[in-house]
């Protein structure tokens, strides 16, 4: 439990100095807050010993940038000034990056930029819909609670990635592991035999067929494992800056979706974000052409993006939303119907919502399936390279003795 320095200020507008013990900034933050304290400055107690460090530069997550938001939407319903909020905010955070464009924010702010035309001087750690909300929130008058809501759909969107991530972690490195494990023995172990091989071919004893196969690789990593692993490196480098043009991610989405298993978590996935997105904005205030356009862009899949941007062309013209939408195929028709039902009875904004926490849960199920079914075809992958090598080293073995026998 380390010990904070903190200056706050009290609901009356008092100001207050002290020490809290917490395990880190943002446990201390909230117990201050729990007190009805906000505080304008906060730092570790404990004198701290002159060390040279060396730090690498630190990207700002999503979760920090709801954390942001979060605070940001308390500190201005209790009363805090939107300059001194921001001040406090880039004072009490603990990421750098983040501290340095919150001070930029203020200073953006204190020469007259709006909220929104300030964070969208930092696109990389503000997204478009993110400015969307909040520039809503600003012209609608209700700015914490659009802060609030948008806080609530990034730690969303954070929490299903983690989910994701974390599902995938254990397979891919039984893959990893799995594949240098072979590696090695192709390399170093198969060698061992080469003269035991080479003596059967002096003798006329051809080598079984996985043998040569075997013996092939071998000498292949041996002598240029380097120039193999380069070529793989600058494949995997040229395969990712084909999936950036069009064609590539319009072909890789096409696969995605077509993937056994693995496909309709892809599909539902996107539909999921295109709901959140759309019925978020819409809850704020954004209107429905401009939510349509931002979040066609959030979907992840450019197929289900083109069907959105095509219902834009559609409600321009005076037509409903679900046409276009259910023409594509994209939308199970369950979820059609309900958008149907909430555009003629006005509640779009909360069955979009509702739709993508259904989705979501359904996506947590199918997640543990694919899970369950990957770890074992895994280590049936790996058990099948390593029987590759140890039935390549031991037939000529086996046919020598049959031979002699």
Not at 30 to 45: F, G, I, S, T
Not at 133 to 153: C, I, K, N, Y
Not at 356 to 373: A, C, F, Q, T, W
Request: charged residues 20%.
């Amino acid at each position: 439990m380390a010990e904070f320095a903190y200056t706050a200020k009290s609901s009356t507008g008092e100001k207050l100095s002290g020490i809290v013990a917490a395990s880190t900034r943002a446990e201390a933050m909230q117990k201050l807050r729990a007190q009805a304290m906000y505080p304008m400055r906060l730092e570790d107690a404990a004198p701290k010993s002159k060390t040279i460090t060396i730090s690498l530069p630190k990207r700002v997550k999503k979760e920090q940038v709801a954390d942001f938001c979060a605070q940001l939407a308390d500190l201005l319903t209790n009363g805090v000034p939107m300059l001194e909020s921001l001040k406090i905010l880039s004072e009490a955070t603990e990421n750098p990056k983040l501290q340095q464009t919150c001070m930029a924010i203020h200073d953006g702010v204190s020469q007259g930029d709006t909220l929104d035309v300030a964070l969208g001087k930092h696109p990389k750690i503000f997204s478009e819909l993110t400015l969307s909300m909040v520039r809503a929130g600003q012209e609608g008058a209700f700015l914490e609670e659009s802060l609030q809501r948008t806080a609530h759909f990034l730690r969303k969107q954070d929490e299903m990635r983690s989910k994701i991530i974390g599902a995938l972690t254990y397979p891919i490195i039984l893959g990893v592991v799995g594949t240098i494990i072979v590696s090695a023995m192709v390399v170093f172990l198969v060698p061992k035999f080469q003269p035991f091989f080479d003596r059967l071919e002096q003798k006329g004893t051809g080598l079984p067929l996985i043998t040569v196969v075997l013996l092939t690789a071998s000498n292949v990593l041996k002598n240029y494992g380097l120039f193999v692993i380069l070529a793989i490196f600058a494949m995997g480098v040229a395969f990712l800056k084909w999936m950036r043009t069009d064609q590539g991610r319009r072909i890789i989405d096409q696969v995605k979706l077509k993937t056994p298993v693995a496909g309709d978590i892809f599909h539902d996935a996107a539909v999921s974000r295109a709901c959140r997105v759309l019925g978020t904005m819409l809850k704020n205030g954004v209107p429905l052409l401009r939510a349509l356009r931002i979040s066609s862009e959030s979907t992840g899949n450019i197929l289900l993006a083109e069907a959105m941007l095509k219902s834009v062309d559609n409600v321009t013209a005076g037509d409903s939303l679900s046409k276009p939408l259910a023409a594509s195929g994209l939308i199970p028709p369950q979820v059609m119907a309900m958008i149907r039902i909430a555009e003629e009875s006005n509640t779009l904004d909360e069955v979009l919502v509702k739709i993508s926490d259904r989705i979501d849960g359904r996506i947590e199920r199918k997640l543990d399936v694919l899970v369950r079914m990957i770890e074992p075809m895994m280590l049936i992958f790996i058990g099948g390279m390593v029987m590759f090598v140890i039935v390549g080293v031991l037939l000529p073995v086996f046919d020598l003795n049959s031979s002699v026998g």
